[in-house]
């Protein structure tokens, strides 16, 4: 609908010595065809517009900014009793003019007073419809250290500004950093005017992990032991995010300590790699066999070792 469809012209009797001023039909800003409607129809009305010509849908279009503005103004009024009986009486009087006043006349009154309104309006559109940019986007994914550390396809699903649900492929690339985005190039809101769209922008969240801890470069893993291999020394294997790997255990070595096995942590992004940490974690048997029991009472027996002197 034309947006000066919703205005006119209201003349007074004596033309040249009364005022003009520009009525606005508020029952056609609405979309409604008479004034004998209730008031639960006036909302009707006035949702489907708001809708319609909400800003959120019409970005950048400033004609909408102006109806919504009207859309407005007109259910303020048409919701109130008393102001709605007063617009009615306007509403009727203008009508009834405007069977009995020629609409050739009238137009040509118009065009004398303030030109032709539709042909500058449309001018003044046309200046005002630069190209703008859609905005961004942005949004969040949360992956597992081994998807962020290996690589993956990702399919996420977010909801447009039209309310439809859109369906993306997000291609994670390997040892991606944590907190890092991923930009989709002409994926966000759309332009204004044949200017480009927005982009989309996922940040990627990778989640702790049970086994592995990341920190930067580095990841973090518990190494648990016994205590004859804590006390006597050993080599044991530890497994790494993508491979396992053996690591040699100092003799004496207590739980709390920390031993580095370089090169087998996260990618850094240049080629290499960080560093597997692992937390020393002395694990005694909850339950023992006879023999067992009488090897560790023996023990107790003949060892002169006191951790708590």
Request: charged content about 30%.
């Amino acid at each position: 609908m034309d947006f000066f469809n919703f205005y006119d012209i209201i003349e007074t009797p004596d033309y040249w010595g009364g005022c003009q001023m520009i009525f606005k039909d508020y029952y056609k800003i609405l979309g409604l065809e008479t004034s004998k409607v209730s008031l639960d129809e006036i909302k009707v009305a006035y949702r489907n517009a708001a809708k319609k010509y909400h800003p959120d849908v019409n970005v950048g279009d400033t004609l909408a900014e102006e109806r919504i503005k009207d859309i407005n103004e007109a259910y303020r009024t048409l919701s109130t009793p008393n102001l709605k009986r007063k617009y009615d009486r306007i509403w009727n009087s203008h009508n009834l003019v405007n069977r009995k006043f020629n609409f050739k006349g009238k137009d040509s009154i118009i065009k004398m007073f303030f030109g032709n309104i539709k042909q500058n309006n449309r001018q003044n559109e046309e200046k005002n419809q630069e190209p703008l940019r859609g905005e961004n986007v942005e949004t969040e994914i949360n992956t597992t250290i081994y998807e962020a550390f290996y690589g993956l396809d990702k399919k996420i699903s977010l909801r447009t500004v039209e309310g439809k649900m859109k369906t993306f492929t997000v291609t994670v690339p390997q040892g991606i950093r944590d907190g890092e985005k991923i930009r989709l190039i002409g994926q966000g809101k759309p332009g204004v005017n044949g200017a480009k769209n927005g982009d989309l922008f996922i940040k990627i969240n990778i989640k702790e992990d049970k086994k592995f801890k990341l920190q930067g470069c580095d990841i973090y893993t518990d190494l648990l032991i016994t205590p004859w291999e804590a006390a006597l020394g050993t080599r044991v294997n530890i497994q790494s995010i993508d491979e396992e790997t053996k690591v040699y255990i100092p003799q004496g070595i207590e739980s709390g300590e920390k031993i580095r096995i370089p090169g087998k942590g996260y990618k850094d992004g240049k080629g290499s790699r960080g560093d597997l940490i692992a937390e020393i974690k002395i694990m005694v048997p909850k339950k023992l066999t006879n023999q067992e029991k009488k090897i560790f009472e023996e023990l107790n027996n003949v060892s002169t070792f006191n951790p708590r002197k």
